[in-house]
């Protein structure tokens, strides 16, 4: 049974900074491409970041090009994101997704597999 679970998310300020991480199970880790997505209150579900399996190639959203920057631990089958210089229009529940050799790396559709969501808020 395959389980992806996030953690990290809280409260912040503005301008503050927080760590997500997201551990699988029950895949073989290193062989997925791994992203995260988010979805505040009233919108649809929005790519944020992604990371290649092979090769580690990242991408990122513009908004948040430059501010989070997203890392994998193969040995410890996690994703994280790192992300500094938050904005109240960060505030969302974020996702972490999981797919072997995603074709669309930014497109929710291809990925196999979804964590719970952990929630981010923050204050202004």
């Known amino acids: 049974q395959v389980q992806l679970e996030e953690s990290g998310g809280g409260l912040v300020q503005a301008g503050g900074s927080l760590r997500l991480s997201c551990v699988s199970s029950?895949?073989?880790?290193?062989?997925?491409?791994m992203a995260w997505f988010r979805q505040a209150p009233g919108k649809e579900r929005e790519f944020v970041s992604a990371i290649r399996s092979t090769g580690g190639r990242t991408y990122y959203s513009d908004s948040v090009k430059g501010r989070f920057t997203i890392s994998r631990g193969d040995t410890m089958n996690s994703v994280y994101l790192q992300m500094n210089s938050l904005k109240p229009e960060d505030t969302a529940v974020y996702y972490c997704?999981?797919?072997?050799?995603?074709?669309?790396?930014?497109?929710?559709?291809?990925?196999?597999?979804w964590g719970q969501g952990t929630q981010v808020t923050v204050s202004s």
């Open positions: 997704a999981a797919d072997e050799r995603v074709h669309e790396y930014y497109n929710k559709r291809f990925y196999d597999f």
């Open positions: 029950g895949i073989a880790f290193g062989r997925y491409d």
